[in-house]
């Protein structure tokens, strides 16, 4: 299944009948309420809302990272709550460049649940009308299987790669954090080392993405023979690091991994290198 699906494919969806959950997943790093207020203010109409912190994100201890993954029984608890069966083919969409949508996206991909796309364009490119009526979940009969994740990268591989440079780290952040100047979210400001930068909305044409031809050419260009199987995606929290990865698989460069952990798991540790 294509990683991306339209308005018009959406409406075409709908009108089918198939059984579709449309996830709402605007959230602000700044301000953690602002989308569940977003979502009640309008939202397409039969979605949820599915949020970062209490449904894409597992218990923090300090030292993995501002958003780290759920372990996989949680995360099977949490489709169960949201009523993400095997066969529901879930829509996933935000306003802040498909970053929180991606994140849903890799999540479900990765315990093997293929029926997932992110609306292109998010909740801008939708023409018909918006409901404020909130809508709460329907909850599965029977927790889905957990299934670990697949394409996930630990710390303790990316500190393996640093003498080895089996792969390339490719960092989503903006150029300036990724230099270590402006950081404002993470205590330590830099990036792993030998880490190559592309920063995540530079996939994107005002709200949607690139052609597949203009990414694949783009990619091409910032890594040069590496294959994507050898490519690693890092970010500040593991987030907009899945639209790079996303933006890969538009682009028909598939196979490249997740560093969910990401900076602010990878900082936490001063006996880390820290590049600048």
């Not at 959950?21 to 309008?42: M, T």
């Not at 792993?192 to 920063?199: A, E, V, W």
């Amino acid at each position: 299944m294509t990683p991306l699906i339209t308005t018009n494919q959406l409406q075409t969806l709908l009108d089918s009948s198939a059984n579709v959950l449309i996830c709402d997943c605007r959230f602000d790093l700044a301000r953690v309420s602002a989308g569940r207020e977003a979502y009640a203010k309008g939202h397409i109409p039969g979605a949820i809302h599915v949020d970062l912190d209490t449904d894409l994100s597992g218990t923090k201890t300090g030292t993995n990272g501002r958003h780290p993954l759920p372990d996989p029984d949680d995360w099977a608890m949490t489709r169960q709550r949201l009523g993400i069966a095997p066969d529901t083919h879930v829509i996933a969409y935000d306003s802040q460049g498909s970053a929180f949508a991606s994140r849903l996206w890799w999540m479900l991909r990765a315990v093997d649940h293929d029926k997932v796309q992110v609306l292109d364009g998010g909740l801008e490119s939708w023409k018909g009308q918006l409901d404020t009526a909130i809508r709460s979940p329907a909850p599965l009969g029977k927790k889905p299987k957990p299934v670990a994740y697949q394409g996930l990268v630990l710390v303790d591989e990316i500190l393996d790669n640093l003498a080895s440079q089996r792969k390339t780290i490719i960092d989503a952040r903006s150029a300036d954090r990724f230099q270590g100047q402006n950081e404002t979210l993470d205590p330590v400001a830099g990036h792993i080392p030998g880490s190559l930068n592309r920063f995540f909305k530079n996939n994107l044409e005002g709200n949607q993405f690139k052609s597949p031809e203009i990414l694949g050419k783009e990619f091409s260009g910032l890594l040069a023979n590496i294959r994507p199987s050898d490519v690693i995606h890092s970010c500040g929290s593991g987030v907009t690091a899945c639209v790079n990865l996303l933006a890969m698989e538009h682009a028909g460069l598939g196979g490249s991994l997740l560093y969910a952990g990401s900076w602010s798991e990878w900082c936490a540790d001063p006996g880390r290198a820290v590049e600048r």
